[in-house]
């Protein structure tokens, strides 16, 4: 399968301050990605979904203004939270879409966050 | 409504046992995707199988095996003679529509797998 990167791994920070995660496909151009957060013992819960150049599509109750999304190339998406606080606490996790023969949604390792 | 339940919250096996997993999904179209999704501690997901709803051949891929029923809608996933190294959270997953692998996934809670020695 296509490999789909995510940096950091694991991000500590004061609350107030704003953390940016980095989605990355490395073998295959993503035209679509996707944001998903994790709570402890729980199932993955879409956020948004973005395809490259074109503003970010946010799922029912997550604030846009809040959770930055940046797909500005076919092989990188961003998520910025902004003015974190510790109920953004949560495991991160992105996938990636490509076309044709990379119909699939590939995964990334994901992304824990812990807010001061 | 369009919906993935995996009732087993936790399930405990002595390792060489086998265990099947559970998934019963709702959806109103006819042209569908299913999903398996291994989320071992580590956190990533791992790809298992995909399902296209007019295949509902069972498919068995060395100690895992799926049985898809589509009367019964579910997707129910079989381990047979479990190790260690299965022990991990298992999803099932459904896209709906003619998005086919296109379309957004929707998570059942996931089965939580323990693999005692």
């Known amino acids: 399968g296509a490999v789909v990167s995510q940096h950091p791994s694991r991000v500590i920070c004061k609350s107030g301050t704003s953390v940016k995660i980095e989605c990355r496909s490395l073998?295959?151009?993503?035209?679509?990605m996707f944001w998903y957060r994790q709570f402890p013992k729980q199932s993955l819960m879409l956020m948004a979904t973005?395809?490259?150049?074109?503003?970010?599509?946010?799922e029912q109750g997550v604030e846009k203004d809040k959770f930055l999304i940046n797909h500005a190339s076919l092989t990188l998406s961003t998520l910025t939270v902004t003015s974190a606080h510790p109920e953004d606490s949560s495991f991160y996790i992105c996938?990636?879409?490509?076309?044709?023969?990379?119909?699939?949604?590939?995964f990334g390792p994901g992304t824990r966050l812990t807010v001061l | 409504a369009q919906k993935v339940t995996q009732a087993q919250t936790e399930i405990s096996v002595v390792e060489k046992e086998d265990v099947t997993l559970d998934c019963v999904y709702e959806?109103?179209?006819?042209?569908?995707?299913l999903f398996w999704y291994k989320q071992p501690p580590s956190g990533e997901l791992v790809f298992l199988i995909r399902r296209n709803s007019f295949d509902e051949q069972n498919e068995i891929s060395g100690r895992y095996s799926w049985n898809f029923q589509k009367s019964t809608s579910s997707f129910n996933f079989t381990i047979t003679a479990s190790q260690v190294v299965d022990s991990a959270v298992y999803f099932c997953?459904?896209?709906?529509?003619?998005?086919?692998?296109?379309?957004?996934?929707?998570f059942g809670k996931g089965t939580k797998l323990s693999v005692k020695p």
């Open positions: 997953a459904l896209i709906p529509g003619y998005g086919g692998s296109q379309g957004n996934l929707i």
């Open positions: 973005s395809n490259e150049g074109s503003k970010a599509t946010y």
């Open positions: 996938s990636a879409r490509g076309g044709g023969a990379r119909n699939e949604q590939f």
């Open positions: 959806t109103r179209d006819t042209t569908y995707y």
């Open positions: 073998d295959f151009q993503a035209t679509t």
